[in-house]
């Protein structure tokens, strides 16, 4: 069954999901804690951790698949791994790390900086990256609408440059997001099953590759 099918089909399994979920930092589709492939400022609390398995179906290459665990070791900072394997081949394990300097407030974004792939299975990446909400929730027939969320960071290695992005969640359990992760725009949802479990789609380069996951979030 191709990953197309499969996030049709999962799409309507949340759809009938009566099921409310809360806010988490979820893994990306690259394993650490963020949107669709770019981090955000957010980092797990103390003693949560989060496991996360996602499908990338790639028009030009191999597709691949990446499992990801990341827990908060002591207030603001979150380490993880993640392991990347394409079809038929080798695959890599990077080892991330963020920390939170300044939580969000009011007035002030959220900042954090971090490391991703220390090891350099792949290419080492440091960034640095701000969150902050703008504007009024809106209340709607399906729930309410948090308000806009931005996402603006920098980075070397994988990042190479300027990255961005913005998301938004209705009724605190379907959350929609894009971004720009400093070379293609990609897109993304998730949908909360629960309060710990939670489906990913994602669109990469538009829409020329697709993915599919699933991450379960919880304290010790």
């Known amino acids: 069954m191709s990953t197309r099918i499969c996030l049709a089909l999962l ?10 979920g809360t806010a988490v930092a979820a893994p990306s589709f690259f394993g650490y804690t ?18 996360g398995i996602f499908t990338t179906n790639v028009e030009e290459g191999a597709d691949f698949t990446t499992y990801a665990a990341n ?3 002591v207030p603001n900072l979150e380490v993880g791994f993640t392991r990347i394997k394409p079809d038929k081949a080798s695959g890599e394990t990077w080892i991330n790390a963020k920390y939170t ?7 002030n974004p959220a900042i954090a900086g971090g490391v991703v792939d220390f090891t350099d299975e792949s290419e080492t990446t440091a960034y640095i ?5 703008f504007g009024h929730n809106v209340q709607t027939s399906l729930g309410e609408i948090t308000t806009p969320r931005f996402h603006i ?4 290695g994988q990042f190479d440059g300027v990255f961005g992005g913005v998301s938004a969640t209705l009724g605190d359990r379907f959350t929609v997001m894009a971004e720009y992760d400093s070379a293609d725009v990609n897109w993304g949802a998730r949908m909360a099953l629960s309060d710990e479990l939670r489906i990913h789609f994602g669109g990469f380069d538009g829409l020329d590759d697709v993915g599919l996951g699933i991450s379960f979030n919880k304290y010790l």
């Not at 799409?11 to 409310?20: E, F, N, R, Y």
């Not at 963020?34 to 496991?51: F, H, W």
């Not at 990256?129 to 909400?133: D, E, G, I, N, R």
């Not at 960071?153 to 070397?156: E, F, I, Q």
């Open 101 to 107: 300097f300044t939580p969000e407030t009011s007035g």
């Open 11 to 20: 799409c309507l399994v949340a759809a009938g999901s009566m099921l409310v």
């Open 129 to 133: 990256v701000l969150s902050k909400a």
């Open 71 to 73: 827990m908060g070791i």
């Open 34 to 51: 963020g949107l669709v492939a770019i981090p955000t400022a957010d980092s797990l609390d103390k003693d949560e951790y989060n496991l």
């Open 153 to 156: 960071g920098v980075g070397g």
